[in-house]
């Protein structure tokens, strides 16, 4: 049973009603982030029901020590931790002497929790009545700032409504935290020093092993029905705490406020002893500029994201909602301004995966951000990579590669391999191939060839050469076979011949030496100068070659398809529709024995790679793997529906397509795997916006030029997408009776529609 409590509307995430066991999935749901932090929608107030704390910093992260039972060489040393940042925004309310807590009140009436997308806040409000039967209304406003990136904003109010009360606020900073996904429960945070100053305070601290220095800080004020007063607070600090308290006589129905302004500043950004003096300037920013200032730039800031972002949908109001969440939380994630970051599975939404990069970006985030956005983020992204091959290189020196040969890693903070299933550091290589892919992916979406001469081309040979040395020649077979490998259906460990891995491994060699001959034809110098960097040789090319010519892949003549690997017609062939419902998912109820010995596919495998060259089949060829391959697959990865709802659309089946829509862009919203609770799944996310524009859109790059095939759901009356192509804005709007195409810029533009082509001139409507 999927969950059910969130109410549809087209703009914001509702919850309205207190129930503690939905708590925890709220926290992830509602969490707030601006690319530079974020924060799980933890109550401001104290709470002692089960809740799941989180603040994040990007890219701070701790080397959590590995804990396997068995070591094995080549393991990783450590698994790289997003961490759990000092709490700043935690203020206790206490009246009349007792705290106020959800989790001890008499009474909780009229909960209502709102994030509102469209312009980027937070708010929750209640009637609580108290063990002393006091009851207060309480309503709460915050927002992470994305024009100061530095900053969050809260604002607080509490109204006794049956008395009058002494009611104080405790605004404090709490360094005393811990992260819930450890492996040694080690102390991650060093405090160096706790202080403050009139109104401020700031916690210095660093972290364990990776010596990050960080300043967590604040400063509050407090008013009395909309009028600032002054309250001297009292003061309180230990090693790891500062708390200010602000106490009052409040009368029945007064209404008394504190707005608090906190954040970190990171040594990534400022001199380690500069931190202190940089929160000081940011403060002084916000106390100038008050609250309901900073949170009309924020709606001014998130009103031109949506400008180019936005995917409009008529007529069905949780699929409307479905996308702009994904939208959102992709926008809060990352935004490009950073090439030291990138975008982790869960974002700042919790701690599973250690917060790290996968190979996520490059086969789902990079199309998002290259189409809603300036194509420098996505270059930004690529350069993330490259900035990484010497670390690539050293991974794959690890598990006795040489000559340059680069592993990229599963999951890394720096570049380094810290990811600790061995089915997984060692055998998911295909990620080394959606690494060429994506720039591959970038040139033929933006025509901008310039970073493959200046860096791309150093990339593609160092994964050329792994996929070399990782093929075997095989006597029996007389073909190159890849053994011991896992593809991305990760309930299939250890295989040989995994037909993705091969089919990828022989596309990046292909890939490298085409680009190496336009390199060598086109931007000598640049040729020149990687080579003799890299050492490459004609004969060592010669031996890719060799490789990528002889690639075995298994195939059944009987059903006509390509076998996900060898020995996968061995398997008990039971499909997932006789598959008895009370298993599912299979993974919290089979033993991995079981699960690795079943046909079922976790996400998209041989599909994943129809999806990347869906130009080197047919359509009659996908159909035939589509329906050979659906069957089998339990979706349990956040990853898988959003290709088969690309697929089935390109297939023409749009019921099919749709269905598959609806659990990608409601995947969180609607808890489908039962897991919100640990934190969202950000990287799926940029998948259903591929599902709408690639999927329903059809939108291709073919011919050097931008391609739609529109098709809509009867379930809509119309919906509507940007796209950024080349610097030009396009914007298409499709109805059950046709198509518009509008362009914005300056140039005219010729797109295929249905295969046939069509002019847009600027400012001027297109109906096909």
């Known amino acids: 049973m999927n969950q059910d409590y969130i109410k549809p509307d087209n703009w914001s995430i509702i919850e309205e009603g207190f129930q503690p066991e939905r708590v925890e999935s709220s926290e992830s749901l509602f969490s707030i982030g601006n690319g530079a932090m974020g924060q799980r929608a933890n109550f401001e107030e104290a709470y002692s029901g089960e809740t799941f704390q989180g603040s994040y910093i990007a890219g701070v992260y701790y080397p959590d020590k590995t804990r396997v039972g068995w070591w094995k060489n080549g393991y990783p040393e450590y698994f790289a931790k997003v961490l759990n940042a000092p709490n700043w925004i935690g203020i206790n309310v206490v009246v009349n002497g007792e705290p106020l807590d959800l989790g001890t009140c008499k009474k909780v009436e009229k909960f209502r929790r709102e994030l509102n997308m469209q312009e980027g806040w937070l708010s929750r409000s209640f009637t609580a009545t108290l063990q002393n039967n006091i009851t207060v209304n309480v309503s709460a406003k915050r927002f992470l700032s994305l024009d100061l990136d530095e900053l969050g904003a809260i604002q607080y109010s509490i109204t006794p409504v049956n008395s009058d009360a002494d009611i104080s606020f405790e605004p404090y900073l709490d360094n005393g935290i811990t992260n819930k996904d450890t492996n040694w429960d080690d102390k991650f945070w060093d405090v160096l020093l706790v202080s403050h100053e009139d109104q401020q305070a700031f916690i210095e601290a660093r972290t364990m092993k990776t010596d990050f220095h960080v300043c967590t800080y604040m400063e509050s004020q407090v008013s009395l029905n909309g009028e600032s007063i002054s309250v001297d607070p009292t003061i309180q600090t230990d090693s790891n705490y ?205 025509g901008d060839y310039s970073y493959i001469p200046e860096k791309g081309l150093e990339v593609l040979i160092g994964i050329a050469r792994f996929w070399q040395q990782r093929a075997t020649f095989s006597t029996d077979k007389n073909k190159y076979v890849i053994l011991g490998v896992t593809g991305p259906n990760e309930y299939e460990n250890n295989v040989n011949n995994n037909w993705y891995t091969n089919y990828l491994a022989q596309w990046c060699i292909n890939y490298a030496l085409e680009t190496i001959e336009k390199v060598d034809a086109e931007y000598q110098s640049d040729f020149l100068r990687i080579a003799k960097k890299v050492k490459l040789t004609k004969s060592e090319m010669a031996l890719w070659k060799a490789v990528a010519d002889n690639m075995y892949f298994p195939y059944s003549q009987k059903h006509h398809v390509y076998l996900q690997q060898d020995g996968f017609l061995d398997k008990e062939l039971i ?57 089998f697959t339990v979706h349990e990865s956040s990853l898988s529906p959003c290709v088969h709802s690309i697929q089935a659309a390109k297939l023409g089946r749009m019921e099919q397509a749709y269905t598959f829509y609806l659990r990608t862009s409601r995947l969180d919203l609607d808890d489908y795997n039962h897991e919100v609770h640990e934190g969202l799944h950000i990287t799926s996310m940029a998948g259903t916006w591929m599902s709408i524009v690639e999927g329903f859109g059809g939108m291709r790059v073919k011919d050097n030029m931008l391609s739609f095939t529109p098709q809509i759901p009867k379930q809509w009356k119309g919906y509507s997408f940007k796209v950024n192509f080349r610097d030009a804005i396009i914007k298409v709007n499709v109805t059950q009776n046709g198509t518009n195409f509008e362009l914005e810029g300056k140039h005219e533009l010729q797109i295929l529609v249905n295969d046939t082509l069509v002019t847009i001139e600027p400012n001027n409507l297109v109906t096909v």
């Open 575 to 631: 499909s997932v529709a006789d598959l008895d419902k009370s298993q599912r998912p299979i993974n919290q109820h089979w033993s991995w024995d079981r699960i690795l010995r079943s046909p079922y596919i976790k996400q998209a495998d041989i599909l994943q790679g129809f999806y990347f060259f869906e130009d080197q089949f047919t359509d009659e060829e996908l159909a035939r793997h589509f329906d050979f391959y659906e069957p």
């Open 242 to 446: 500062v708390s200010f308290e602000y106490l009052q006589k409040i009368n029945q129905n007064d209404t008394y406020t504190i707005t608090k302004y906190g954040g970190y500043t990171v040594d990534m950004n400022h001199h380690k002893i500069q931190l202190v003096n940089a929160a000081k300037k940011v403060l002084k920013t916000a106390f100038k500029l008050g609250f309901d200032k900073l949170l009309e730039q924020q709606k001014e800031a998130w009103a031109s994201i949506w400008e180019r972002a936005d995917i409009t949908i008529d007529g069905d109001v949780k699929a409307q909602q479905g996308i702009r969440f994904n939208i959102f939380q992709l926008n809060q994630t990352y935004l490009g301004k950073d090439s030291r970051l990138n975008i982790g599975p869960k974002g700042f939404t919790g701690e599973k995966y250690g917060g790290s990069t996968y190979w996520d970006t490059e086969a789902y985030c990079i199309p998002f951000y290259m189409a809603t956005k300036d194509q420098s983020v996505a270059k930004t992204l690529l350069e993330y990579r490259y900035n990484h091959l010497e670390k690539a290189i050293e991974n794959a020196e690890k598990l006795g590669f040489t000559n340059g040969a680069a592993l990229y890693p599963m999951v890394t903070m720096n570049g380094e391999e810290c990811h600790n299933e061995w089915e997984i550091t060692f055998e998911e290589i295909h990620r080394n191939g959606a690494i060429s892919f994506a720039i591959y992916n970038y040139y033929r979406y933006t």
